[in-house]
């Protein structure tokens, strides 16, 4: 693929609001945006979607940095590579850290697409022209939560995630579902409960949600086996799935009906696609998870999404669920429940240099 050189920004912006989980609350966005420019000048965009703090997974903006900067860009540097398929194979001998690996291997298959002037989504394999979006209300009270759904129904999405724990759960939901009868409505424990909370989780069937997503321990897909069982609600794996293999054994197992795939947690398109493409020959509908990203990160969901077993809306919201003003040049916009998937040579979307300078926090350059 003949790369010249690889930039790394490290930017931060605050959200609109803050973003309430009961692991932590997320105020500051601090990412990372990878830059790969090839020897006739095209640029691809990668963004790492980790956290300032391990609080969702270990990793953080700290370790992705020194994974790219130590480890996975002088890989690149030493072996030449053909494909973007090859890069997952590339990373094998470092173990995990799969959201530095995802930053810059997004970039490589962003730049590939470009060089082959082909969509992203068209490379991958997508089918749809648009996907469905869903969004995802993280409050800490009922009634803040019902403000954010109603400005959401207006904005047109689909389906709607609620946060929930074990002091936030049944009379929250339900009041929700008191309000809208019909709404398609799923709820997102983040590992908030054990097996002695069984009770409280059975209860939740009645509310007739989509889904519950990682009730259980982030490792533990032996007990949300039993726990499925136990529920009538299809339960969704988002933490416990951070490779093929973890996909592999959780299906067999009975642990969920539904993964949320997210390319970052699994370190990258091609193992997100290879999830998918498991799932889709099984019957196993995916959707595409959400992490507070900025457009790039953004595009890259939306050019996965169009994969045609992506049957449920994902939490891939528009550019201002979170921001004032987005990375990336347009910014992705909601209409009528779809995002459009874009036509253009790779992601399809432009980065927005004067909002990334703007919001610069440090730079790093590798030559090749
Ligand atoms: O558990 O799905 C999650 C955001 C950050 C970390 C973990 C999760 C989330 C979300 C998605 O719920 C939010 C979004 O980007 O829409
Ligand atoms: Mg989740």
Redesign the pocket.
């Known amino acids: 693929m003949k790369i010249r050189s690889v930039q790394i920004y490290v930017i931060q912006i605050p959200l609109k609001t803050p973003?309430i989980t009961h692991l932590d609350t997320v105020r500051e966005r601090q990412g990372i945006i990878v830059e790969v420019t090839d020897a006739d000048g095209n640029k691809g965009y990668g963004e790492g979607v980790a956290f300032s703090s391990p609080w969702?997974t270990e990793e953080t903006v700290e370790t992705c940095l020194h994974m790219l900067s130590d480890f996975l860009i002088p890989l690149l540097q030493k072996q030449t590579i053909k494909q973007p398929e090859e890069v997952s194979h590339l990373f094998q001998s470092i173990r995990r850290n799969h959201m530095a690996k995802a930053a810059l291997e997004t970039a490589l298959w962003d730049l590939y697409a470009k060089q082959q002037s082909k969509p992203l989504a068209k490379i991958l394999g997508g089918t749809r022209e648009k996907v469905a979006s869903g969004?995802?209300v993280?409050a800490d009270s009922v009634t803040r939560a019902l403000k954010d759904i109603e400005k959401y129904l207006e904005d047109g999405y689909q389906r709607v995630?609620v946060?929930i724990n074990p002091h936030q759960d049944y009379s929250f939901l339900s009041e929700i579902r008191r309000y809208y009868p019909n709404l398609p409505i799923m709820a997102?424990a983040?590992s908030a409960y054990s097996l002695k909370d069984l009770d409280r989780l059975k209860a939740l069937d009645e509310l007739n949600l989509l889904m519950i997503?990682?009730p259980l321990a982030y490792d533990d897909i032996v007990e949300h086996a039993i726990l499925q069982k136990e529920l009538k609600t299809p339960i969704c794996l988002?933490e416990s799935i951070v490779t093929f293999a973890d996909a592999r054994k959780a299906i067999e197992l009975g642990s969920c009906k539904i993964i949320?795939i997210k390319v970052g947690r699994v370190g990258g398109l091609y193992e997100a696609k290879r999830i998918h493409d498991y799932c889709y020959d099984r019957g196993i509908e995916v959707w595409c998870?959400?992490?507070?990203?900025f457009g790039i990160s953004r595009a890259h969901n939306i050019a996965l999404a169009s994969l045609p077993g992506f049957t449920i809306p994902g939490?891939i919201?528009a550019s201002n669920?979170f921001w004032e003003e987005d990375i990336i040049f347009p910014e992705v916009g909601v209409e009528n429940g779809f995002i459009h998937v874009p036509g253009e040579p790779g992601i399809g979307f432009k980065i927005n240099e004067k909002r990334l300078q703007e919001k610069l926090q440090a730079k790093r350059s590798f030559v090749f």
Not at 289 to 293: L, R
């Open positions: 973003f969702y969004v995802v993280a995630k946060k997102d983040n997503e990682q988002d949320n998870g959400g992490m507070i990203e939490d919201s669920r």
